[in-house]
């Protein structure tokens, strides 16, 4: 199943978390949407600047934010109404946790790439 998923907190180094998930989400053939404070383009894919600039529906998004940066964009990600939302080791937050699933959002403190290399992101 090809699922869409933003990555919030993108980056373009290689040696990055966000990185190597990007490019095994590429490689599983989902379609991802690079969100960072820059917007650029990152492994060949169109980057965005906020979650708001995608316009199709997003099924997940992975968190490689800290959740003090996290917090300035909740809402923002709330009105993108993801089916999930994966906070990745270094960004878990339980406040922000709750704030999600109060509307009905499903959280998951993991790691995307283990996920992925495991078999159980879809």
């Known amino acids: ?19 190597k998930t990007q490019a095994l989400l590429m490689e599983k053939k989902h379609t991802v949407f690079p969100v960072s404070a ?16 995608i316009r199709q529906p997003i099924d997940t ?30 960004t878990e937050s339980a406040m922000l946790v709750q704030f999600y699933q109060a509307r009905g959002i499903e959280t998951l403190e993991a790691c995307t790439l283990i996920m992925l290399s495991s078999g159980c992101f879809d």
């Open 61 to 90: 998004v992975t968190l490689y934010l800290n959740a003090g940066r996290h917090e300035q964009i909740k809402e923002e990600i709330l009105q993108a109404r993801p089916r999930r939302i994966i906070f990745n080791p270094g």
């Open 1 to 19: 199943m090809t699922l869409t998923v933003a990555i919030i907190g993108a980056s373009q180094k290689p040696q990055r978390y966000a990185y």
């Open 38 to 53: 820059n917007g650029l383009d990152i492994l060949g894919v169109q980057g965005y600047a906020s979650i708001r600039d």
